[in-house]
Each structure stands twice: as structure tokens, then as C-alpha cells.
């Protein structure tokens, strides 16, 4: 996908690509940076730094009518009160968020 952008800018070198990654996205950092580097392989993101900015897990909380980080993973409870909650705000990010070029 980065690669067809890149492309599209006229073959330009791709110096980074930034992405977001929510903690509940199901994709392991390490994992992600490995596949990464293997994929780019031949292709003119060849070199470029895979830079990840990790996302925590917000949700709703609808007794207190606020957002709250989530107290873990495990357990989907606002952080404030305890009250169970399934609204996630953020989290499940994937997504490209801007790419340097060369
Ligand atoms: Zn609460």
C-alpha cells in the first residue's frame, strides 16, 4: 500500500512511514517490524524506517459518562469506577499515518 503511494509520487525514496497501531488492533509491534522489513525487500521501501506509535485503549464509560483508559486488557472496566463497558473509543488503530519521503 505504501509502496503504490510511493510510486504514484514518482518513484520517490521512501525515508519513513509512521504508523499508528492500537493495542487492540491484534498486531504485535515486534512482529509488524519484522514483516516489515521482509516485505520491503526489492521494493522501493527497501531501507525505509517503519516508525510505530503505539495506541492505548480508550473506552466509554457510560456511568460516568466519560472516556476512561481501559485497566487492562484482560478486563474491558473503566479505569474510574470499575463498571463494565464494551464502547471502545480508540485502540484499534492500523493505520498509515503520514510517509517521509526523500
Ligand atoms: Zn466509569
Not at 53 to 81: D, H, M, W, Y
Request: aromatic content about 4%; glycine content about 8%; charged content about 20%.
Amino acid at each position: 500500500m505504501a509502496a503504490e503511494e510511493a510510486a504514484r509520487r514518482g518513484g520517490a525514496q521512501v525515508y519513513a512511514i509512521h504508523l499508528k497501531l492500537g493495542q487492540l488492533s491484534g498486531v504485535v509491534k515486534d512482529a509488524l517490524m519484522f514483516s516489515y522489513e521482509v516485505a520491503c525487500q526489492g521494493t522501493t521501501l527497501e531501507g525505509s524506517q517503519l516508525i510505530i506509535e503505539e495506541i492505548p485503549v480508550v473506552v466509554f464509560c457510560p456511568k460516568c459518562n466519560a472516556e476512561t483508559s481501559l485497566a487492562s486488557l484482560q478486563r474491558f472496566c473503566c479505569g474510574t469506577c470499575g463498571a463494565l463497558t464494551s464502547e471502545i473509543v480508540q485502540g484499534k488503530e492500523l493505520e498509515v499515518v503520514a510517509l517521509e519521503i526523500q
